[in-house]
């Protein structure tokens, strides 16, 4: 029943689409960005049962409205350039001579920046006091006439 409906589904997509580029003329809409997500990964992906699958490749217009999306919008995922490869046998030091420093002035900056926000808004307070004997603070005047 679900394989049937999923069938009739796609039937009913490329009557829609017909020979357009997208489904709402020439620029794309969300529809498309909708439709586009469910068929590109039941057209690119190897799946345990390609009997869906066999039926959307049957179905050219939606076929070519994929790699048409692919090669717009993806160009190094679907069509037919890719994107620069990455340098072999570059190792980071060689990439940014100064990365390190980078990351560790970034590390230095944002523990400054918080550490200054929290004094200045009051979070962290310094107070200035001698410890008495025994390692415990002094008795303040006032706390002397309350014992008294």
Partial sequence: QLYREARECLTLLSQ?????KFFFGDSPASLDAL?????????KAKLPNGKL??????L???????TSILSLYFPWD????RPPPHPVGLGEAEEDPHKRR????SVLVG?????GYAFLSGIVSIQRGSVGPAGRQPITLEEEEEEE
């Fill in 53 to 58: 699958q066999q039926h959307l490749k049957s």
């Fill in 111 to 115: 523990l400054a920046a918080m550490l």
């Fill in 102 to 105: 980078k990351q560790l002035l």
């Fill in 16 to 20: 829609r689409l017909g020979s357009q």
């Fill in 35 to 43: 439709v586009f997500s469910r068929l590109a990964p039941l057209l």
């Fill in 78 to 81: 679907g069509g037919e350039s």
């Fill in 60 to 66: 050219q217009n939606l076929c070519n409205y994929c």
